[in-house]
């Protein structure tokens, strides 16, 4: 896919702040929010947008999302430990991610597809940065072994990895219905 013109660049940036703005201080969801999708955020932001800046632009937002809500709406900040300094590189794994797939990105299904299937390999990877970090290294766990962090990866690993294929499968459906929409007017401009 070519890149994005800089009007839409911009208004998918901020489109997908939005999107972080208003999911990150809920991460699983409930009856009343929509489940955080900063990990979506990322791929996608790496899969159109793909400029270094965007992708620091959206570590500084996430920090300070963590921030304002830890401070100001008293979100628990077991999280925060010295491995928050590794949430970084888990975002540059969904961000260059789908910087690395944008070329083959196009409108047909088998495109979209292998957009999704880089998607769940990007989102594994980067739970197993994020959740390995924080297991290792949060010192939240007295006696860390590898059978404990195994069980804890696979109980929490589908449903963030799920959450982000579920957001990113939502926007490639959107991205399969513009291109359709594109071609056809493309379509009637010829035949006019």
Not at 5 to 25: D, E, K
Not at 106 to 134: E, P
Request: glycine fraction near 8%.
């Amino acid at each position: 896919m070519k890149p994005l013109s800089r009007s839409m660049s911009i208004g998918l940036f901020l489109l997908l702040t939005l999107l972080m703005v208003t999911t990150r201080f809920k991460h699983f969801g409930d009856a009343l929010h929509l489940p955080d999708a900063s990990m979506a955020v990322f791929f996608l932001g790496g899969l159109y947008l793909r400029r270094h800046l965007a992708f620091v632009c959206f570590v500084l937002l996430a920090v300070l999302l963590d921030y304002v809500s830890i401070h100001y709406a008293g979100i628990s900040d077991f999280c925060v430990t010295a491995a928050y300094a590794f949430l970084p590189l888990a975002y540059a794994a969904l961000w260059y991610g789908g910087r690395l797939y944008a070329g083959e990105l196009g409108s047909n299904l088998r495109s979209l597809l292998g957009a999704l299937v880089v998607a769940l390999a990007c989102a594994a990877l980067s739970f197993a940065i994020s959740n390995g970090s924080f297991y290792w290294l949060g010192g939240r766990y007295a006696q860390p072994h590898m059978a404990e962090y195994l069980q804890r990866l696979w109980q929490w690993g589908p449903l963030f990895v799920r959450t982000t294929l579920s957001y990113v499968a939502v926007a490639l459906l959107i991205h399969l219905g513009l291109s359709r929409l594109a071609n056809n007017q493309n379509v009637t401009r010829v035949q006019a």
